[in-house]
T-cell receptor
Framework: DARVTQTPRDKVTEMGQEVTMRCQPI?????VFWYRQTMMQGLELLAY????????DSGMPKDRFSAEMPDATLATLKIQPSEPRDSAVYFC???FGEGYEQYFGPGTRLTVT | KNQVEQSPQSLIILEGKNCTLQ??????????LRWYKQDTGRGPVSLTI?????NTKSNGRYTATLDADTKQSSLHITASQLSDSASYIC?????????FGTGTRLQVFP
């Protein structure tokens, strides 16, 4: 059945390194969301795209984070340089818009040492 | 300030018992309210979505209620099962932005 996929599932890296997370949305969905989840903050929206165009990235630290959708089947979230405070689980979700159902991927657990 | 608050933070119940989780929100304007279930190590999965005109919506043993006047919602779980052990997250849609609660961690013991 259709589902959102994310890679890698786990990533451990050292501070200062570049991290790239990938997401394949469900085919046909036109909206892709990136979220970050920590124990302290819960789920936070980082950015989202509609029809591959960025609509809102106000939740993202722009000096180090960047999000792109090179094509309709791939969304990427990049952190450069990474910091220990970036350690979290990053989720991608896709759907037909903010008001509609969102389907979450399994997440990428990032640990920055 | 747009906020979603959930209670209790955590809950332990015995298998077969019912429980109710609470969600209070101060989001305005309000478009819809969702309840998600998140198993450990997995992404959230939607249980219900309700617009402001809906009072109740069920999904199997899960029943969500919404009082748009008092800005309160509840999620009632009937005849709990071990597989109900998870975090339950209340989320509201404010125009085009989702506002997340921090969740209630439910543990069901045999």
């Amino acid at each position: 059945d259709a589902r959102v996929t994310q890679t890698p599932r786990d990533k451990v890296t050292e501070m200062g390194q570049e991290v790239t997370m990938r997401c394949q949305p469900i085919l046909g969905h036109n909206t892709v969301f990136w979220y970050r989840q920590t124990m302290m903050q819960g789920l936070e929206l980082l950015a989202y795209f509609r029809n591959r165009a960025p609509l809102d990235d106000s939740g993202m630290p722009k000096d180090r984070f960047s999000a792109e959708m090179p094509d309709a089947t791939l969304a990427t979230l990049k952190i450069q340089p990474s910091e220990p405070r970036d350690s979290a689980v990053y989720f991608c979700a896709s759907g037909f818009g903010e008001g509609y159902e969102q389907y979450f991927g399994p997440g990428t657990r990032l640990t920055v040492t | 300030k747009n906020q979603v608050e959930q209670s209790p933070q955590s809950l332990i119940i015995l298998e077969g018992k019912n429980c109710t989780l609470q969600c209070n929100y101060t989001v305005s304007p309000f478009s819809n309210l969702r309840w998600y279930k998140q198993d450990t190590g997995r992404g959230p999965v939607s249980l219900t979505i309700m617009t402001f005109s809906e009072n109740t919506k069920s999904n199997g043993r899960y029943t969500a209620t919404l009082d748009a006047d008092t800005k309160q919602s509840s999620l009632h779980i009937t005849a709990s099962q071990l597989s109900d052990s998870a975090s339950y997250i209340c989320v509201t849609l404010n125009t085009d932005k989702l506002i997340f609660g921090t969740g209630t961690r439910l543990q069901v013991f045999p």
